[in-house]
Every structure is written in structure tokens, then in C-alpha cells.
């Protein structure tokens, strides 16, 4: 059974740190194109970054550039994304998917979805 789970969501003071982890069951990674997305209570999912297969490749919204990082480990067969100085309004239920298709940020075109880590900032 083809499985995403995150992980490392939790409770953060703004200004504050936390990476998040996608890793996969029951298929490799290396074969999909890595999205991250978000969705905060009453809003709609929105692309946060995405990752290429071979980790070529990066994509970031522009609301995230140069606090979040994204990167893969394949040994692991995981998918990591870091991210700092958070603000409250990055409050919202983190998700990753994968996608046979190039790196993007339309969640169209990802084919499997986890269940979602709840990120909290506040203080």
C-alpha cells in the first residue's frame, strides 16, 4: 500500500523553527516529484514548495523564500522541509504529495497525498 506520513508539526513561538518530514511506505521516493503544501482553517490549500526527483530542482511560494528549505534523502527515502522564522499566519495543517509529473505547485497534479501535520505558531 503506497503511503506518505508526515511529521514534525507541533507548537512554535513565532520566530521560531521546525522541520517537517514526509517519508514513504510501500514506494521510492526517487521516482516522484516532492510537493509541500498548507491549509489553514477557512482558507484553501495552497503550494508551499516542491522538490524534483533528483533534487535538482526547487520551487518556493513567494511568501516562504529564503526561511524554508526543502531537500530529500534518499537513503531514507524522506523528504525534509525546513522552516524558520514562522509567523502566526503560517498556522495551518502541513501536506505532502507526490507527483509523476515535474516539480509544481498546482496539487492537481500530485497523485498521493498524506494525512497532514499540524503546525500551531503562537506564542
Known amino acids: 500500500q503506497l503511503q506518505l506520513v508526515e511529521s514534525g508539526g507541533g507548537l512554535v513561538q513565532p520566530g521560531g523553527s521546525l522541520r517537517l518530514s514526509c517519508a514513504a511506505s510501500?514506494?521510492?521516493?526517487?521516482?516522484?516529484?516532492i510537493g509541500w503544501f498548507r491549509q489553514a482553517p477557512g482558507k484553501e490549500r495552497e503550494g508551499v514548495s516542491c522538490i524534483s526527483r533528483n533534487g535538482a530542482y526547487t520551487n518556493y511560494a513567494d511568501s516562504v523564500k529564503g526561511r524554508f528549505t526543502i531537500s530529500r534523502d534518499s537513503a531514507k527515502n524522506t523528504v525534509f522541509l525546513q522552516m524558520n522564522s514562522l509567523n502566526a499566519d503560517e498556522a495551518a495543517v502541513y501536506y505532502c504529495?507526490?507527483?509523476?509529473?515535474?516539480?509544481?505547485?498546482?496539487?492537481?497534479?500530485?497523485?498521493?497525498w498524506g494525512q497532514g501535520t499540524q503546525v500551531t505558531v503562537s506564542s
Open positions: 510501500g514506494f521510492t521516493l526517487d521516482y516522484y516529484s
Open positions: 504529495a507526490a507527483s509523476t509529473y515535474v516539480c509544481s505547485m498546482n496539487e492537481r497534479r500530485y497523485n498521493y
